[in-house]
């Protein structure tokens, strides 16, 4: 399994019910199915993606995300998912919101815009950084809102959200001591826990 | 000449009548003492039989959905891109059952059949049906071919609400449901199409109150028009523009009313011809009603997601974005039911440019979804 889906679904309780935004060709819920009998939904807009879901037996519904998650009640999931698509999407600052209301718990990945790499090449060469991780150029890339940790926790605090977990990862998802020490300058990718503001500490235990 | 046909046809095929002599009590309160169904198979029932597939036809669908039955035929049935070796229901996999609706004029008892009581064609006096209706009968089908649950059963447009309702009427009895551009209930507008039709052949002089088959004569320009509003209804302004944009059948205008000028209205003249010589207009009205009439919520506080509580299928629902009869908007709203009742569900909308039809055409997206869903289903 991909490696940030390793590191997440510890963080989803067996039986829990789940929907999974932006759910690619459906590794997360296969994975989650067979061995934590979890069940939900995967949103996707990609056809191919969403052919592969179909194939893998994955409840998956051809939803755009930048519509909004208006027709799900709220309170509805136990855990909403959103793996390296907050960058992509038109309202980050919409779609937290949402997922807030939609889940119980909300797990977010995303990649960190203030790693070193991303300043030094900016600082550098004085163009937005291309990597072999991020390998778009700004004028076509799907990655239309880049953040660094500080900014997201930043839209946290606005929203009252509270973080349960971070996590500061390299691209091989491998946290050590230096993204631990200086995370918003050392991780590359950052997978978050957060719960809304209402919620009694007692229901966002696994 | 079996040979003579595709290889991923299923090639020659002979329908079967099966006779119901058990009266069948209706939702309008009458009952049928006695009727045939008309059907088709294709593949083999497997030793346990569960492996067979019901298919539901749509307003002027009929039986035969696949292969020929005749090696003179021009055409195939109706659903060939479909139904066959290697195509989305494989018959090398699946036992396919295709019938003709009660109430049908293909070879089902219906208006245009003999009332066994009177010695004359029903006519007017055939009772009106209701999707639910259909079920029952097609359960009673079901009974006769040993079939205690299908695997599937699959329908597009109206026979996509058949397979809804199958999840409803007989929990038990179905596995997988696909509801291909269909919707949960009619819309006004939806309803408005139907009741201009149905105007078109209650107001045709030769309609004659129904009884039109002892008068010897078909409302034949109230079925035109009935289809002609219809047809338009199945396309999409993209591809009627595309096939004929303001194309003209000769070089200049006539500056008159009688002659058919542009190519539009040479095509939707050919098909409602066409259709008005095989089709029987008191079936096209009852048809128009039992659309009309479904809505399974109604049963159910007007509640979607409680309507389906007790269904234990699985959902697979499609529609098209130019489909504007049956829009993705209505596939939506069944889809957003089913998961708040917590079913199993997959959901596609096709990018597709034919409207309605699109659901007949062999789209490679919409094939390929099709078979990976059909391939996923288990047999026991």
Known sequence: MRADLEIIQEWIPAGSRVLDLGCGDGELLTWLRDHKQVTGYGLENDPDNIAQCVAKGINVIEQDLDKGLGNFASNSFDVVVMTQALQAVHYPDRILDEMLRVGRQCIITFPNFGHWRCRWYLASKGRMPVSEFLPYTWYNTPNIHFCTFEDFEELCREREARVIDRLAVDQQHRHGWASKLWPNLLGEIGIYRVSSPGLADHKVAV | ?380
């Open chain 2, 1 to 380: 000449m079996p040979t003579a046909f595709p290889p991923d046809s299923v090639g020659l095929i002979t329908p079967q009548l099966a006779h119901f002599s058990d009266p069948l009590a209706l939702a309008c309160g009458r009952s049928l003492p006695a009727y045939d169904l008309i059907f088709e198979t294709y593949g083999e029932l497997n030793a346990t039989a569960s492996n067979a597939v019901l298919i539901c036809h749509a307003l002027s669908g009929h039986h035969h959905a696949a292969g020929f039955h005749s090696v003179d035929d021009r055409k195939p049935g109706w659903w060939d891109s479909c139904i066959g070796p290697g195509k989305p229901i494989d018959t090398n996999k699946f036992f396919v059952v295709s019938l003709n609706n009660l109430g049908g004029c293909n070879g089902s008892t219906g208006p245009s059949s003999l009332n066994p009581e009177t010695g004359k064609p029903f006519g007017a006096d055939f009772p009106v049906l209701t999707v639910e209706d259909w079920v029952h009968s097609q359960a009673r089908l079901a009974d006769r071919l040993g079939i205690q649950q299908w695997a599937a059963v699959i329908g597009g447009s109206l026979g996509g609400m058949q397979a809804l309702q199958w999840t409803i009427t007989y929990p038990d009895r179905v596995r997988h449901c696909l509801a291909i551009a269909s919707a949960p209930k009619l819309s006004a507008q939806n309803i408005a199409f139907n009741e201009v039709a149905r105007q078109a052949i209650l107001t045709d002089p030769e309609f004659h109150g129904g009884s039109f088959q002892e008068h010897g004569v078909i409302p034949k320009r109230g079925l035109m028009l009935a289809r002609m509003v219809g047809h338009i209804t199945y396309l999409s302004d993209d591809s009627m523009g595309e096939k004929f944009g303001r194309g003209l059948k000769s070089e200049k205008l006539n500056y008159d009313f009688h002659s058919v000028e542009f190519q539009v209205e040479s095509y939707l003249r050919y098909q409602g011809e066409e259709f008005s010589g095989r089709f029987d207009a008191n079936t096209y009205l009852l048809m128009t009603k039992a659309l009309d009439y479904f809505d399974p919520a109604a049963n159910f506080d007007d509640n979607l997601a409680k309507t389906f509580a007790n269904a234990t299928a699985k959902f697979c629902v499609m529609s098209f974005t130019t489909d504007w009869r049956f829009s993705p908007a209505r596939s939506r709203e069944l889809v957003d039911a089913l998961m708040a009742a917590k079913k199993d569900v997959c959901y596609l909308e096709i990018d597709a440019p034919q409207g309605h039809d699109a659901f007949l055409i062999p789209i490679p997206r919409y094939l390929q979804a099709f078979s990976n869903y059909m391939n996923r289903i288990a047999l026991i």
